[in-house]
């Protein structure tokens, strides 16, 4: 998803990655986009917003049904891939802001190697600088 913004003298663009959808795609916001886009508004000229698992869920727990199926890794690779592509074709992009909680729904599988993987994507590509 990409959101513009009118009234902006920058032309620096933010990736926000955000754990999974849950309500809001490309054409219906929900609360968590909203203050994501109220953040960044004045800040940049744009804000493209991913999620770190591509499945939708209202509650975080509800990822555990993907986690292990015949699909998830292929899935998860597509993600990835779409991630590092819109990275590579937008220079603009100036930040990467990783917005997901703790994992306190205990979700199985591999999780912190999923974020550790990504981390070390964004960090590789210059995209992602650990202060």
Known sequence: MYVPFRIQDSNSQVLIIMRNPSKANE??????????????????????VANLFPFYAKDPRQLNQHIGTSDYEKLM?????????????????????????????????????????????LINMKKLFLQ
């Not at 986009?33 to 493209?48: A, D, E, R, T």
């Not at 220079?91 to 912190?112: D, M, T």
Request: hydrophobic fraction near 35%.
């Open 27 to 48: 054409l219906n916001s929900d609360m968590t986009i909203n203050n994501v886009l109220g953040f960044c508004h004045g800040k940049y000229s744009g804000v493209f």
């Open 77 to 121: 690779d597509k993600n990835k891939q779409t991630i590092d592509e819109l990275l590579e074709r937008n220079p603009s992009i100036k930040h990467v802001i990783i917005a997901w909680g703790a994992n306190k729904s205990k979700l199985q599988g591999h999780y912190e190697d999923t974020i550790a993987g990504f981390l070390r994507s």
